[in-house]
């Protein structure tokens, strides 16, 4: 079974642009969620959607923001980039909702702004 | 406000000895505790978790131990592989949040031949 998928791998931006990142769960999972990973900050939880529905949202700006298609694809979008938001962006899918969920990670898009 | 803290970015040891890696949480409503392991140009793959209610799970060579009342877990890996080299995550899991998971920062595990 096919792992979970991001496109695009590497991505250069500059300041003031926008970029949309992609994310194609493991078939049959319908949970998604989003993290941001920096050096020495770990993994910080974005969002987290099921069935095309937002369930749980971090503490990021409104410039972040994502959905799920109804083939459970998940795309984020940061709009008017910062130097800030440098990162490994990475996606996560689950087969079950809820706590019980074990979350399987993609390899990430890293993420420049230069 | 970090409520879940790995303190050593960096730990290295010998072949055959044993690994141990510590995380700190600060938020007494996380339930479930995971580890997760990432090697480079990889996503974070899941190793082994633990529930409030117990204080020790065991798979292989990997064992997690939780001290709720210390609100301390640590994972040890015996004996050492040169193939445990990696990045090492804790993550918290409160129930009422769902299924968000709260990261510590990483301890960078190198195992010398």
């Known amino acids: 079974k096919a792992g979970v998928t991001q496109t695009p791998r590497y991505l250069i931006k500059t300041r003031g642009q926008q970029v949309t990142l992609s994310c194609s769960p493991i078939?049959?999972?319908?949970?998604v969620s989003w993290y941001q990973q920096t050096p020495g900050q770990g993994l910080q939880f974005l969002f987290e959607?099921?069935?095309?529905?937002?369930?749980n949202k971090g503490n990021f700006p409104g410039r972040f923001s994502g959905r799920q298609f109804s083939n459970s694809r998940s795309e984020m979008n940061v709009s008017t980039l910062e130097l800030g938001d440098s990162a490994l962006y990475l996606c996560?899918?689950?087969?079950?909702?809820?706590?019980?969920?074990?979350?399987?990670f993609g390899p990430g898009t890293r993420l420049t702004v230069l | 406000d970090q409520q879940v803290k790995q303190n050593s970015p960096s730990l290295s040891v010998q072949e055959g000895r044993i690994s141990i890696l510590n995380c700190d949480y600060t938020n007494s409503m996380f339930d479930y505790f995971l580890w997760y392991k990432k090697y480079p140009a990889e996503g974070p793959t899941f190793l082994i978790s633990i529930s409030s209610i117990k204080d020790k799970n065991e798979d292989g060579r990997f064992t997690v131990f939780l001290n709720k009342s210390a609100k301390h877990l640590s994972l040890h890996i015996v004996p050492s592989q040169p193939g445990d080299s990696a990045v090492y995550f804790c993550?918290?899991?409160?129930?009422?949040?769902?299924?968000?998971?709260?990261f510590g920062e990483g301890t960078q595990l190198t195992v010398n031949p």
């Open positions: 993550a918290c899991r409160e129930e009422t949040s769902g299924s968000r998971l709260t």
């Open positions: 959607y099921f069935s095309e529905t937002q369930r």
């Open positions: 996560a899918s689950s087969l079950a909702v809820g706590p019980g969920g074990l979350w399987f």
């Open positions: 078939s049959g999972h319908r949970s």
